[in-house]
């Protein structure tokens, strides 16, 4: 069988996981989602069900599926980047343990991103950094990091059941999904509409570095369409591969027309590193209020806004920009525009009553 005619996607109601579900739902093929609850949204896609900490439970879910793929988009945030490793490394090694085991996997893409190059959670961009832009051939950072774990147990899988791989290395990613802990559009959505309720300007929360110069995102379907590409092309295996839109850009240019599209006032940076998290302390209240008088389908700030992340990708200190030519070499030719991206989350939030409409 083809590697793409029964994928399975593992994290299928995540950014990533939704994007790959229904761009491979109309590829013919019979798509399988795993997800710890929910199912995916796509009709198409069957859902399999398993607490992905869980080997014996991945193993009875997995049994009998016989997948030819695996796209590997979950992660679980812990407490610590030893528990990051512990808990993430494993969930990959016991999902490939468990697909292996029927013998029809041809290729795994594994999902990680620009942490491999700025190192984890607790030592984000310290130490000695590569230069930009960050390019798949630099050594690993001397610091424990939980993607470097998921590298080494899709190796280590790879040799024992002797399919291809890709990782594909996105920064911070523009995506439909509700409930995600690293959704930086939802989240600005949401500080919109607070915005405007409670009559505050969108106040750009970020760092000098990132409002004055260059930066790059990665488009959820981008990533996707990535990820089929190294699946279905020899010139993509066994490699890392980075996977960002294709254009770059400044803050200071992308915030006021971002405040435009989510009808609020911007306010740029004024010497001031001022956090969402800290913005938007003790607003759980009204965010609920808005979700009742717009008959929002979530009135729980925390399903629908990851400050915390947004406030981690504009903060930084250091220039994040990402090189594409190994992928563009290999043949990949997607491109999207961040600005377009953006546009095209706002709208369909609101469409889905998660976002308010806006108002003009």
Request: proline fraction near 4%.
């Amino acid at each position: 069988m083809h590697a793409l005619s029964r994928p399975l996607i593992v994290g299928v109601t995540g950014i990533a996981g939704h994007a790959l579900a229904e761009r491979l739902s109309v590829r013919g093929g019979h798509v399988l989602g795993l997800s710890r609850r929910s199912s995916s949204p796509v009709a198409e896609v069957e859902g399999l069900h398993a607490d992905l900490t869980d080997a014996d439970a991945l193993r009875d879910a997995i049994a009998g599926t016989r997948p030819t793929s695996v796209f590997l988009t979950a992660w679980a945030r812990q407490d610590s980047e030893e528990e990051n490793i512990r808990v993430n490394g494993g969930m990959v090694r016991d999902v490939l343990a468990a697909a292996g085991a029927e013998g029809t996997v041809q290729h795994v893409a594994l999902m990680t991103g620009l942490k491999h190059y700025l190192g984890p959670f607790e030592a984000y961009g310290q130490g000695t950094l590569p230069e930009t832009p960050f390019v798949e051939t630099e050594p690993r950072l001397d610091a424990p990091n939980f993607y470097y774990a998921q590298e080494d147990e899709l190796f280590a899988a790879a040799r024992e059941h002797r399919f291809s791989w890709s990782v594909h290395r996105a920064h911070t990613v523009v995506g439909y999904a509700v409930g995600n802990a690293m959704n930086i559009a939802s989240t600005l959505a949401v500080y919109a509409a607070l915005c405007r309720e409670t009559g505050r300007p969108f106040t750009f929360p970020g760092s000098r570095q990132q409002w004055e110069g260059l930066t790059d995102m990665t488009d959820a379907g981008q990533a996707a369409e990535h990820m089929i590409w190294a699946t279905d092309s020899p010139s993509a295996h066994d490699q890392a591969l980075n996977v960002v839109n294709g254009d770059v850009f400044r803050w200071r240019w992308m915030w006021p027309r971002l405040a435009e599209l989510l009808g609020v006032e911007a306010e740029g940076f004024d010497g001031t590193v001022r956090p969402l998290e800290e913005q938007t302390a003790g607003l759980g209240d009204v965010w609920a209020r808005i979700a009742e008088r717009e008959n929002l389908v979530e009135s729980d700030l925390d399903r629908v806004a990851s400050f915390w992340h947004t406030d981690g990708d504009l903060g930084r200190d250091i220039e994040c920009l990402t090189d594409m030519s190994r992928s563009r070499l290999a043949g990949f030719t997607g491109y999207v525009r961040t600005l377009d991206a953006f546009a095209a989350v706002f709208d369909r939030l609101a469409a889905d009553r998660i976002t308010p409409h806006v108002r003009t």
